[in-house]
DNA sequence: AGCATGATTGACT
DNA sequence: GTCAATCATGCTA
């Protein structure tokens, strides 16, 4: 299997998540190569997980590729926005990790034209980022990260230290709701909802 | 109808 | 400039 598979799987998705941070996520569009490295991951585990899309086995045409392979692309949208996920765990075992910021490393004129803003605002957030790469449909959902235009190299950087907290805008009920299964690299300015107080603007929280 | 969101507003410092 | 509250958004079921 490929190196991204096994990146996957083999131990469990808030481990993965972890790690995903400071990895490279890279987009070749034919205007130009557009990526960031990873600030802000979150885990969903599941069925037993009361905030996870596939909660209590839940299976339906749009959240199909969480039971995919591991690396396989899940794009799904919300709030009339597109969000980016990649499938954890072997096919069957509907996990997967959430991307909710990037600090952007090539293409940054290319971003600003998608999104119309500059600065830690381009990508600090799901849908933001999306934007950002200039990704607004489904094309790519269910697609394999090592087939994919969309792929990670595990290059990149090195938190210097992680932060943890409950998810972002799961709804609250549910026993998983405060479960710390988001993880962030501490101090870097493409964090959502980043105070400015909090951010390190010489590293970036990297090593 | 219900959201794994984002931009804008308006009261603060 | 910062922060919390509010609501427009469009896809999914």
């Known amino acids: 299997m490929s190196q991204l598979y096994d990146f996957f799987t083999g131990r469990p998705t808030e481990m993965i998540a972890r790690e995903l ?36 086995g839940k299976r339906t ?32 075992t509907p996990e997967g990790i959430l991307v909710r910021g990037l600090e952007p490393a090539e293409g940054i004129s290319l ?23 200039g990704i607004n449909d489904k094309a790519l959902n269910l697609v394999h990260l090592d087939d994919a235009p969309l792929t990670i190299s595990l290059t990149g950087k090195e938190p210097q230290e992680v932060g943890e907290s409950p998810r972002i805008g799961v709804s609250q009920k549910g026993d998983s709701t405060f479960l710390p299964l988001r993880y962030f690299v501490k101090g870097n300015p493409f964090v959502s909802g980043m105070r400015k107080r909090d951010m390190d603007l010489v590293r970036h929280g990297w090593q």
């Open 21 to 56: 941070l400071g990895k490279t996520l890279i987009y070749h569009t034919p205007a130009g190569t557009i990526s960031g490295y990873v600030t802000e991951a979150e885990a969903y585990l599941g069925p037993n997980d009361s905030a996870a899309h596939a909660y209590a």
């Open 61 to 92: 045409p749009a959240n199909e590729a969480l039971y995919r392979e591991p690396g396989t692309i899940y794009i799904y949208s919300i709030h009339g926005r597109y969000s980016f996920d990649v499938a954890t765990q072997a096919a069957g």
């Open 111 to 133: 971003m600003e034209q998608n999104r119309a803003k500059h600065g830690f605002e381009l990508t600090n957030g799901p849908g933001k980022l999306m934007e950002a790469f």
